[in-house]
């Protein structure tokens, strides 16, 4: 490993500040790409789903491809993919949902303004993110036969987003003229996530191995929760702004996005073929925070009841990952 001569601590205070720089970087791609976005003038879904939702997910992509160049890395890789849809639906969904009750104190509940086209779009990415996961426990193992139809589903799926008219507004020049400016910004902040992937997949790995952790455990829960943040402050963001729909694209579209294209990379780029087995317990729990968010989504209506439903089962995921370490 790369960072071994540092130590345990010196890997920590590499892990704590690769993470404070991917937060800043993720940042920066993701306010330049809504920018971008709002020039050229795609819808609300498109935006949420497909380029929120991609920008968040830029640390996800970053730490699997990096993770496959070391085979003792892939169950951070793997690990962070499954444990990144949990705590974006379980912490950050459980969070957003606390934020709006709060800022309707009168109201116990509120209803869901989404819109029919931008539902269905929800309904297929959490579909999907809870077929999979399932799927591959059933056949035991997965290769890269599956990582390239993983791909293969997200090019399709985004094929068809991209296929939904734009809006038409009016844009004034002086904007239109600094849209190069953005994407410049935005590959910017790109590029620097994926170099502190890097030193985050390193130190995790290191971390893992001397304190007799897992890696895929760390991967489900350091890394995760680290990944994730861009997730978090998007949506808490758009939440205090008032746009719930907005945050529940930016989640549901990087639930989809890690179980397709992040997980199917992994998986084309490993040479081994992965036992799912040892992923099953973390599975399960996304299959079943789906299926949650799933049935709120058809009720059209959440409270705070939803929220601490939500935050609850993250608190139990904790518990029994943690808690299988025990002998």
Same mark, same amino acid.
């Given at each position: 490993?790369?960072?071994?001569?540092?130590?345990?601590?010196?890997?920590?205070?590499?892990?704590?500040?690769?993470?404070?720089?991917?937060?800043?970087?993720?940042?920066?791609?993701?306010?330049? +790409? %809504?920018? /971008? @976005?709002?020039?050229?003038?795609? =819808?609300?879904?498109? $935006?949420?789903?497909? #380029? &929120?939702?991609?920008?968040?997910?830029?640390?996800?992509?970053?730490?699997?491809?990096?993770?496959?160049?070391?085979?003792? +890395? %892939?169950? /951070? @890789?793997?690990?962070?993919?499954? =444990?990144?849809?949990? $705590?974006?639906?379980? #912490? &950050?969904?459980?969070?957003?949902?606390?934020?709006?009750?709060?800022?309707?104190?009168?109201?116990?509940?509120?209803?869901?303004? %989404?819109?029919?086209?931008?539902?269905?779009?929800?309904?297929?990415?959490?579909?999907?993110?809870?077929?999979?996961?399932?799927?591959?426990?059933?056949?035991?193992?997965?290769?890269?036969?599956?990582?390239?139809?993983?791909?293969?589903?997200?090019?399709?799926?985004?094929?068809?987003?991209?296929?939904?008219?734009?809006?038409?507004?009016?844009?004034?020049?002086?904007?239109?003229?600094?849209?190069?400016?953005?994407?410049?910004?935005?590959?910017?902040?790109?590029?620097?996530?994926?170099?502190?992937?890097?030193?985050?997949?390193?130190?995790?790995?290191?971390?893992?191995?001397?304190?007799?952790?897992?890696?895929?455990?760390?991967?489900?829960?350091?890394?995760?929760?680290?990944?994730?943040?861009?997730?978090?402050?998007?949506?808490?963001?758009?939440?205090?702004?008032?746009?719930?729909?907005?945050?529940?694209?930016?989640?549901?579209?990087?639930?989809?996005?890690?179980?397709?294209?992040?997980?199917?990379?992994?998986?084309?780029?490993?040479?081994?073929?992965?036992?799912?087995?040892?992923?099953?317990?973390?599975?399960?729990?996304?299959?079943?925070?789906?299926?949650?968010?799933?049935?709120?989504?058809?009720?059209?209506?959440?409270?705070?009841?939803?929220?601490?439903?939500?935050?609850?089962?993250?608190?139990?995921?904790?518990?029994?990952?943690?808690?299988?370490?025990?002998?």
């Amino acid at each position: 490993m790369l960072f071994e001569g540092v130590g345990l601590i010196g890997n920590a205070l590499i892990l704590l500040a690769s993470l404070a720089i991917l937060v800043i970087a993720s940042e920066l791609t993701i306010n330049n +790409s %809504v920018k /971008v @976005s709002e020039l050229t003038g795609f =819808g609300k879904t498109t $935006v949420g789903f497909i #380029l &929120v939702g991609f920008a968040t997910s830029l640390p996800e992509f970053s730490v699997s491809v990096f993770a496959v160049f070391n085979p003792g +890395s %892939v169950g /951070v @890789s793997i690990g962070n993919v499954l =444990g990144s849809n949990i $705590v974006n639906i379980a #912490l &950050v969904l459980g969070v957003c949902i606390f934020l709006m009750v709060l800022k309707r104190p009168r109201f116990p509940s509120f209803v869901l303004t %989404v819109a029919k086209e931008e539902m269905g779009s929800l309904h297929f990415g959490l579909f999907i993110a809870s077929i999979i996961p399932l799927a591959l426990l059933y056949i035991g193992s997965a290769s890269r036969f599956v990582g390239v139809f993983l791909t293969g589903l997200f090019v399709f799926y985004m094929i068809q987003l991209a296929r939904v008219k734009k809006t038409e507004k009016g844009v004034p020049k002086s904007e239109k003229r600094r849209i190069r400016r953005y994407v410049s910004l935005a590959l910017a902040g790109a590029s620097v996530v994926i170099a502190t992937a890097f030193f985050i997949v390193e130190s995790s790995s290191f971390i893992a191995t001397s304190v007799g952790v897992p890696p895929v455990i760390i991967g489900a829960t350091v890394v995760a929760f680290g990944t994730s943040i861009p997730e978090f402050a998007t949506s808490v963001s758009s939440v205090r702004k008032g746009f719930f729909d907005m945050a529940l694209g930016n989640i549901v579209g990087s639930c989809f996005i890690n179980i397709t294209l992040i997980l199917g990379v992994a998986l084309i780029a490993s040479p081994l073929s992965i036992d799912i087995a040892a992923f099953s317990n973390i599975a399960m729990f996304s299959l079943i925070t789906n299926l949650f968010l799933w049935y709120f989504l058809s009720n059209e209506r959440m409270s705070w009841r939803e929220g601490t439903l939500f935050i609850v089962l993250y608190a139990v995921f904790l518990v029994v990952t943690f808690g299988g370490l025990n002998p």
